[in-house]
């Protein structure tokens, strides 16, 4: 195989991977700093019960965002404990890649030398989605 044709079908394969990739919409449910889940994860609710059970986790007594859960679902990323102020985590996209979910998200880091509160925080974004019954993948944007 000549390097042409062999370029010439890596550009089909992406170009196809591309055209499979379809943004989801989606809306923050709940994002700060102080979730009570103290280790780094990422989370899917897609029933009533693991709506109720992952927010109770997250947020204790906190009354609980309505959510149709009929046609959503939850996605969520916990950065765990960090240090101090100036931590955050964001849902940057969701798109549907084949069978797959796809959840990009990026983590903000403080600034060097940026002025802090010096306190623990735990950083939290939680997004509700259309439902998706197929596997939900996250990948953490660079």
């Given at each position: 195989m000549t390097s042409a044709s062999l370029a010439c079908g890596v550009f089909v394969?992406?170009?196809?991977?591309?055209?499979?990739?379809?943004?989801?919409?989606?809306t923050t449910v709940d994002r700060g700093q102080q979730s009570?889940?103290?280790?780094?994860?990422?989370?899917?609710?897609r029933t009533s019960a693991e709506w109720t059970a992952l927010w109770k986790q997250h947020a204790g007594d906190r009354p609980r965002p309505a959510v149709d859960l009929a046609k959503s679902m939850i996605v969520a990323v916990f950065l765990?404990?960090?240090p101090t102020g100036g931590f955050e985590v964001e849902i940057?996209?969701?798109?549907?890649?084949?069978a797959d979910l796809v959840v990009t998200w990026r983590e903000?880091?403080?600034?060097?030398?940026?002025?802090?509160?010096?306190?623990?925080?735990?950083?939290?974004?939680?997004?509700?989605?259309?439902?998706?019954?197929?596997?939900?993948k996250f990948k953490k944007f660079l």
């Open positions: 394969a992406l170009a196809f991977l591309a055209a499979t990739q379809t943004p989801v919409k989606f009570n889940i103290e280790e780094a994860r990422q989370a899917v609710a765990g404990s960090r940057t996209g969701i798109e549907k890649e084949g903000h880091r403080p600034a060097k030398g940026a002025m802090l509160t010096q306190i623990l925080t735990m950083p939290f974004h939680l997004v509700a989605t259309e439902k998706h019954s197929g596997p939900v």
